[in-house]
T-cell receptor, first 111, second 116 residues
Framework: KQEVTQIPAALSVPEGENLVLNCSFT??????LQWFRQDPGKGLTSLLL?????REQTSGRLNASLDKSSGRSTLYIAASQPGDSATYLC??????????FGAGTQVVVTP | GAVVSQHPSWVICKSGTSVKIECRSL??????MFWYRQFPKQSLMLMAT?????????EQGVEKDKFLINHASLTLSTLTVTSAHPEDSSFYIC????????????FGPGTRLLVL
């Protein structure tokens, strides 16, 4: 069974610093991996999707890398802003389309 | 595009009653819909996968008689929490799959259930 771990569990940084969020997974036979953002009491917003054949994916200030063989993905957020405060979830997808979510990293960006 | 809605967004009910939650894909047809629950400070746990016109597939440990899932059309799936108890209080999120398997999933905004 796929196990997904996200480190750190929580992170607080001043505005302007870069964020590094780590995700590790035990089963490397994934179809793709997604990073989501979840605001308190809200649903999920998809941030980035990396196919298993890709090494990284970028969208604006966000960059996600994937090392499938070692079971790791990292989400980088450049020049953080208070609006980036949220919980970030990573979720590898298996070939059946099932997502396995990590517990998330709770990020607080202080002005 | 690819918008998924849920109704209601929150519900409070008495212990012993049943609660129905709807999940709709608004601008696409979803052959597969997924139901998740999320406890406070915890991650999303897949409860079941439902395919239009067939019985849902439940994850291990999820009581199918407790959580009834009906996928009546390509745009609507419902989750009914039967005889709800306080321990069923949780955040329920659905997603709808678009495309051939493994589908890209689009998530609804969630439904918060509080059972008194």
């Amino acid at each position: 069974k796929q196990e997904v771990t996200q480190i750190p569990a929580a992170l607080s940084v001043p505005e302007g610093e870069n964020l590094v969020l780590n995700c590790s997974f035990t089963d490397s036979a994934i179809y793709n991996l997604q990073w989501f953002r979840q605001d308190p009491g809200k649903g999920l917003t998809s941030l980035l999707l990396i196919q298993s054949s890709q090494r990284e994916q970028t969208s604006g200030r966000l960059n996600a890398s994937l090392d499938k063989s070692s079971g790791r993905s990292t989400l980088y957020i450049a020049a953080s802003q208070p609006g980036d405060s949220a919980t970030y979830l990573c979720a590898p997808t298996d070939s059946w389309g099932k997502l396995q979510f990590g517990a998330g990293t709770q990020v607080v960006v202080t002005p | 595009g690819a918008v998924v809605s849920q109704h209601p967004s929150w519900v409070i009910c008495k212990s012993g009653t049943s609660v129905k939650i709807e999940c709709r894909s608004l601008d696409f047809q979803a052959t597969t819909m997924f139901w998740y629950r999320q406890f406070p400070k915890q991650s999303l746990m897949l409860m079941a996968t439902s395919n239009e016109g067939s019985k849902a597939t439940y994850e291990q440990g999820v009581e199918k008689d407790k959580f009834l899932i009906n996928h009546a059309s390509l745009t609507l799936s419902t989750l009914t929490v039967t005889s709800a108890h306080p321990e069923d209080s949780s955040f329920y999120i659905c997603s709808a799959g678009l495309g051939p398997p493994p589908e890209t999933q689009y998530f609804g905004p969630g439904t918060r259930l509080l059972v008194l």
